[in-house]
């Protein structure tokens, strides 16, 4: 919509003849208000009118799609979820879902054109209908595929009725979660499903067929940092700075869909919590002060009361919410999920019953509206729990609820492993021995044919090292520091909100090179090379957090006279793809001229178990397509898309092409099946 429409508060009429998909956004042109006007009132309100569910239900945020994995029966298994408003809702009967698929129709044939593209600089993005967008402004209609697959003889439908897992009390009223399981046997051929929930506005999404390797997308750093100005990132068109590139990422599905959608880690940004009213008191105090500040039924609530109310508002707007409604998602919690840099500060600070609270809260609102768990509710026994893929770990150190991690099928050939970094994280141990133990007796139970094992970890394993930065930082004796403690020279920015330690330690220390996880670190990567090797599986490494794209490697080590052993050949050869930011601004050019110019650096940490380490220079080439210098590193708004060729994975990382603009740039890197 362009300002003059929204200001209007008019939506864009369609064309008599618009057969546009639900869920799917379109190119539009902006309508003048007079055109609404000049029709009369039954034209008006047939033009206008919206799907309407019957009983109604309020939404508050949904429907959300998640994928889980598909069994050995061929059985897709994932879920749905609605959050609705008990005031304005009717329960009686329950909310159902019911969804329908034609296991015989070609999806070649059912989806949508290819849209035109963002090439008019006179037109508007329109999202589409949206069940619980409060500025969705289009009209839901059913598209001409639809309404033929309705008909077909071989239509199959399935209906479930919400399970009730969590109600937010708060001083609007009580809110229900309502979770919808939903089991699909694969067909011979890929799927397209069409759900709808109280036969209120239909949505679809797709599935594969029983012997194809899935289709995705992966994405990170789904929101601003704070300072960040999100109009600086929206082109002309666009409602907001968050919607250029989960635009581009929906154009690419409606060319041809993807399967599952990836969520590898801050899939919004929690860091304006420390904005409430009721914890200005907490955050004015100074660090040791916090450190021992009680925590109040006042402050209790707010927490609550701002992790309901900004997931509400991230997940159910703009082009994030017609992808998640749209492409199953897969998601992995980081730190912004729950507030930044938690876990990777000393024991004083994170035992601080604030803070604790803040990220206790915040995991147990990531596993609510992310993974539609509630530990309360499903217990805390991943052998009988109602998520098949589901890996418990241990308990977290200072979250009350242990690691939830996640080994999925993305086809015959294909799994994936979501690691459950941040639950267990201390200053010292990202994965605790036992939750290891676990994902690894899972992994070995792979069945052989399997040739792709991809590892998702939110911040990257294979990645230029900033060791001296990091001892420079930690240093008693840094006088930057010190001065910022002081607050002397205009320098208080320098050090962080929390404990004054400085500001970027905590990203540091996060990181799996940090002097305190390296040998973590060191004994994860061998002991997925002996996986990989007796396993005879490929092994990749997906990754986000750093606001910049890039591909890592580790190979086999080589004697200088020695040629090297292709990656076909190579047990040890893997690459740590990073997709990073889709909504996040990069980091300045100075931060990337740095890590580009230490990502030739020599690594010799693996050499002694035969292993070289390097970074992939995937980017020689500019957006615009002039030479780059600096190969390695890409400083742009991005996401990925995978697929398979002739055996090999394909990482697509789209790249920003121009700030806000909502087109991308492909840069792909290829990893082929294992030949040893």
């Not at 200001?7 to 009429?13: D, F, I, K, N, R």
């Not at 304005?88 to 969804?99: A, D, R």
């Not at 889709?582 to 890590?595: E, F, M």
Request: a negative charge.
């Amino acid at each position: 919509m362009n300002e003059e429409s929204i200001a209007g508060g008019l939506p864009p009429v369609p064309p008599k003849d618009f057969l546009g998909v639900p869920g799917l956004p379109r190119r539009v042109s902006s309508v003048p208000a007079s055109r609404l006007a000049n029709l009369s009132a039954v034209e008006r309100s047939s033009r206008l009118r919206t799907a309407r569910m019957n009983p109604h239900l309020q939404f508050m945020c949904g429907p959300l799609l998640r994928y889980d994995t598909v069994d050995s029966d061929g059985i897709w298994h994932g879920a749905a979820l609605v959050v609705t408003a008990d005031s304005g809702s009717i329960y009686e009967p329950l909310p159902t879902l019911t969804y329908s698929w034609d296991p015989d129709a070609s999806v070649n044939q059912l989806k949508p054109n290819k849209s035109s593209g963002h090439k008019n600089s006179g037109n508007s993005f329109d999202l589409g209908p949206h069940p619980a967008d409060p500025l969705a402004t289009s009209v839901a209609m059913p598209s001409a595929s639809m309404l033929e697959s309705a008909d077909s003889v071989s239509m199959s439908s399935q209906s479930v009725v919400g399970e009730e897992i969590w109600v937010y009390g708060g001083y609007g009223g009580t809110f229900t979660f309502w979770r919808f399981m939903i089991h699909i046997p694969l067909s011979e051929q890929e799927c397209m499903i069409h759900y709808s929930i109280n036969a209120g506005q239909t949505l679809r999404f797709f599935i594969p067929g029983r012997g194809q390797e899935f289709r995705w997308a992966a994405h990170s750093c789904n929101g601003f940092s704070a300072g960040v100005n999100p109009d600086d990132f929206r082109g002309p068109g666009f409602r907001s700075g968050y919607d250029p590139l989960w635009t581009d990422l929906l154009e690419k599905h409606n060319a041809q869909p993807f399967h599952a959608l990836v969520g590898g880690g801050d899939q919004l940004y929690c860091d304006r919590i420390l904005r409430e009213p009721e914890l200005q008191e907490w955050n004015n105090l100074s660090p040791n002060e916090r450190k021992t500040h009680g925590l109040t039924d006042e402050i209790s609530e707010a927490i609550d009361r701002f992790l309901f109310n900004h997931y509400c508002s991230s997940f159910r707007s703009g082009a994030f919410a017609r992808a998640n409604s749209t492409i199953p998602m897969m998601n992995m919690c980081d730190d912004h999920d729950l507030i930044d840099g938690f876990g990777s500060y000393p024991e004083d600070m994170q035992i601080a019953p604030v803070f604790r609270a803040i990220g206790s809260r915040g995991y147990f609102f990531f596993l609510l509206f992310q993974c539609f768990i509630n530990p309360e509710v499903d217990g805390v026994d991943d052998m009988k729990h109602s998520t098949p893929s589901l890996i418990i770990g241990g308990d977290g150190p200072y979250v009350p609820f242990p690691s939830h991690s996640f080994l999925a099928y993305l086809g015959p050939k294909t799994r994936i492993l979501l690691l459950d970094c941040r639950a267990e994280r201390k200053k010292d141990q990202v994965c605790s021995p036992f939750q290891y133990e676990k994902v690894f007796k899972r992994l070995k139970a792979i069945p052989s044919g399997v040739e792709h094992l991809v590892i998702q970890v939110g911040v990257p394993i294979f990645y230029p090292r900033m060791v001296f930065l990091e001892s420079a930082l930690e240093s008693k004796l840094n006088p930057i520091t010190a001065l910022a403690k002081n607050g002397s020279m205009g320098l208080s920015g320098f050090v962080n909100k929390f404990n004054a330690d400085a500001e970027l330690l905590d990203d540091l220390n996060d990181h799996w090179c940090a002097k305190s996880h390296k040998t973590e670190r060191n004994w994860l990567v061998q002991q997925t090379q002996e996986i990989a090797k007796h396993q005879k599986l490929r092994i990749s490494w997906l990754s986000g957090d750093v606001h910049c794209a890039a591909v890592g490697v580790v190979k086999s080590l080589i004697g200088k006279k020695e040629h090297p052993l292709p990656p076909e050949q190579d047990h040890r050869w893997m690459v740590n793809v990073v997709t990073s930011a889709i909504v996040n601004t990069p980091p300045p050019n100075a931060v990337i001229s740095l890590v580009s110019s230490l990502a030739t650096k020599t690594h010799r940490t693996l050499h002694k178990v035969d292993t070289d380490e390097a970074m992939l220079p995937v980017f020689d080439k500019e957006t615009n397509g002039n030479p780059r210098k600096q190969k390695y590193i890409m400083g742009a708004r991005n996401w990925c898309g995978v697929r398979h060729e002739n055996g090999s994975m394909v990482y697509t990382i789209q790249v920003e092409k121009d700030k806000g603009v909502g087109t991308t740039v492909p840069y792909s890197v290829s990893v082929p099946p294992p030949g040893w």
